[in-house]
């Protein structure tokens, strides 16, 4: 029985012609680039808005026209009661996506759209404008340097199907292609041609992403770089001098709407900085300790009793919002802990809100203490990836003021 040795099984050639089933047309199976291999290869011609099957065979498309008429004549006959299943309402700034027994329709909207029961499967597509930043990450420079760098992203879907049939997550594939462009744009410059060029390798890098991502039916409307701080300076004599701005300390080498918000977050801090010479020093911003002569608190329980004390009428006027912080600690627990300064005279302490937060802030234990210390702006904290926010970014910048009260 085992004495045979094994033999492959005959595999079939490929330089035989193909011969299509019962159902398939003979020109749609045959035409030039039909099995190429990619992912939507086998949809029609979405993109120049040609919804028309060429795949599908005579008998196939008679089947389908008597399943369809069929079914509206049922639903015709039940309509007061399918009518609540089959009318669908659409605003003007969405799309539905129609599988008719598993083939793709045009797009329809916006008003009232007819979706029949068993043989139609929908799904919304919504054509507004959205954003998404990638957080900070490393990147190696051409003279040696190490950079965080970050982006704010705005796009938008502009063929709905298309965002449907060809790509599954769009917003997971969106994130990943801007990441590894960003990566592989910026390794190729200098520290000095990232810090001077911003807004022209922001447009570059637009047209790259959109070269990547036409084919999924959207189109990036804005790229805005954030540069953090200087983790490794660059290799002597292999890039100029740097020229850059002067601005608030902790936030270097943000500028354009970004910069202004920060410094509009800030402007009422009271701290004066002594002008400096043109020339700039490489530092972390966020190694250097405060100046401020102020009791450290071991815990953050120690912290909310001292916010405690400071909470007032006043300060609730002025902020006007309620956080929740995820705290998270070295020996890797996590704790609750909140702020409410939208009512009253405000009230904060361990444990969750009763109602929804207006801003969720997630960090560690560590870095909690050292931004009410004043060691670490909100905003840096950001932009460095060391601080996640969960709703309005300048609500969550208002905890500005409860910090300058600390350091009072």
Same mark, same amino acid.
């Given at each position: 029985?085992?004495?045979?040795?094994?033999?492959?099984?005959?595999?079939?050639?490929?330089?035989?012609?193909?011969?299509?089933?019962?159902?398939?047309?003979?020109?749609?199976?045959?035409?030039?680039?039909?099995?190429?291999?990619?992912?939507?290869?086998?949809?029609?011609?979405?993109?120049?808005?040609?919804?028309?099957?060429?795949?599908?065979?005579?008998?196939?498309?008679?089947?389908?026209?008597?399943?369809?008429?069929?079914?509206?004549?049922?639903?015709?006959?039940?309509?007061?009661?399918?009518?609540?299943?089959?009318?669908?309402?659409?605003?003007?700034?969405?799309?539905?996506?129609?599988?008719?027994?598993?083939?793709?329709?045009?797009?329809?909207?916006?008003?009232?759209?007819?979706?029949?029961?068993?043989?139609?499967?929908?799904?919304?597509?919504?054509?507004?404008?959205?954003?998404?930043?990638?957080?900070?990450?490393?990147?190696?420079?051409?003279?040696?340097?190490?950079?965080?760098?970050?982006?704010?992203?705005?796009?938008?879907?502009?063929?709905?199907?298309?965002?449907?049939?060809?790509?599954?997550?769009?917003?997971?594939?969106?994130?990943?292609?801007?990441?590894?462009?960003?990566?592989?744009?910026?390794?190729?410059?200098?520290?000095?041609?990232?810090?001077?060029?911003?807004?022209?390798?922001?447009?570059?890098?637009?047209?790259?992403?959109?070269?990547?991502?036409?084919?999924?039916? /959207?189109?990036?409307?804005?790229?805005?770089?954030?540069? =953090? #701080? $200087?983790?490794?300076? +660059? %290799?002597?004599?292999? &890039?100029?001098?740097?020229?850059?701005?002067?601005?608030?300390?902790?936030?270097?080498?943000?500028?354009?709407?970004?910069?202004?918000?920060?410094?509009?977050?800030?402007?009422?801090?009271?701290?004066?900085?002594?002008?400096?010479?043109?020339?700039?020093?490489?530092?972390?911003?966020?190694?250097?300790?405060?100046?401020?002569?102020?009791?450290?608190?071991?815990?953050?329980?120690?912290?909310?009793?001292?916010?405690?004390?400071?909470?007032?009428?006043?300060?609730?006027?002025?902020?006007?919002?309620?956080?929740?912080?995820?705290?998270?600690?070295?020996?890797?627990?996590?704790?609750?802990?909140?702020?409410? /300064?939208?009512?009253?005279?405000?009230?904060?302490?361990? =444990? #969750? $809100?009763?109602?929804? +937060? %207006?801003?969720?802030? &997630?960090?560690?234990?560590?870095?909690?203490?050292?931004?009410?210390?004043?060691?670490?702006?909100?905003?840096?904290?950001?932009?460095?990836?060391?601080?996640?926010?969960?709703?309005?970014?300048?609500?969550?910048?208002?905890?500005?003021?409860?910090?300058?009260?600390?350091?009072?």
């Amino acid at each position: 029985m085992f004495s045979k040795s094994y033999q492959l099984l005959p595999q079939r050639d490929s330089t035989s012609p193909r011969t299509p089933g019962l159902f398939v047309d003979t020109d749609g199976f045959t035409q030039r680039g039909y099995h190429k291999g990619l992912s939507f290869d086998n949809m029609p011609n979405v993109s120049k808005n040609d919804f028309t099957d060429t795949s599908q065979g005579w008998v196939s498309w008679i089947c389908n026209l008597i399943v369809i008429f069929l079914v509206y004549i049922c639903t015709c006959i039940t309509f007061p009661i399918t009518g609540w299943f089959v009318l669908k309402t659409v605003p003007n700034y969405q799309r539905i996506v129609v599988f008719r027994l598993g083939r793709v329709c045009p797009p329809k909207g916006p008003g009232i759209v007819l979706v029949l029961p068993l043989i139609d499967q929908w799904q919304r597509v919504d054509l507004r404008t959205r954003a998404f930043n990638i957080p900070p990450c490393q990147v190696h420079t051409r003279d040696g340097a190490v950079l965080s760098v970050g982006a704010d992203i705005q796009f938008r879907i502009w063929n709905p199907v298309m965002s449907v049939v060809s790509v599954q997550d769009l917003n997971a594939s969106t994130r990943m292609t801007a990441q590894n462009a960003l990566t592989h744009s910026l390794d190729k410059k200098t520290v000095r041609e990232i810090q001077t060029e911003r807004v022209k390798l922001g447009e570059y890098l637009g047209m790259d992403i959109n070269e990547l991502t036409q084919h999924w039916g /959207l189109e990036v409307d804005r790229v805005e770089l954030t540069l =953090g #701080s $200087l983790l490794k300076a +660059p %290799d002597e004599g292999t &890039s100029g001098p740097l020229i850059m701005p002067t601005a608030v300390p902790g936030l270097e080498g943000l500028t354009g709407p970004i910069q202004q918000l920060a410094m509009h977050f800030l402007a009422h801090s009271g701290s004066s900085q002594p002008q400096q010479e043109d020339s700039i020093t490489f530092t972390d911003e966020f190694g250097s300790a405060p100046q401020a002569v102020m009791a450290t608190p071991g815990s953050v329980e120690e912290l909310l009793g001292r916010v405690e004390l400071l909470l007032s009428e006043t300060l609730v006027h002025q902020v006007g919002a309620c956080f929740q912080f995820d705290i998270s600690s070295e020996d890797g627990q996590h704790h609750s802990y909140y702020m409410d /300064l939208s009512q009253g005279s405000g009230s904060a302490g361990a =444990g #969750s $809100l009763c109602r929804e +937060p %207006d801003v969720t802030l &997630s960090m560690s234990d560590r870095d909690l203490l050292a931004m009410f210390q004043g060691g670490l702006r909100p905003f840096a904290a950001y932009t460095s990836g060391r601080l996640k926010i969960q709703g309005d970014i300048e609500t969550a910048m208002k905890l500005e003021k409860l910090i300058n009260l600390l350091k009072k």
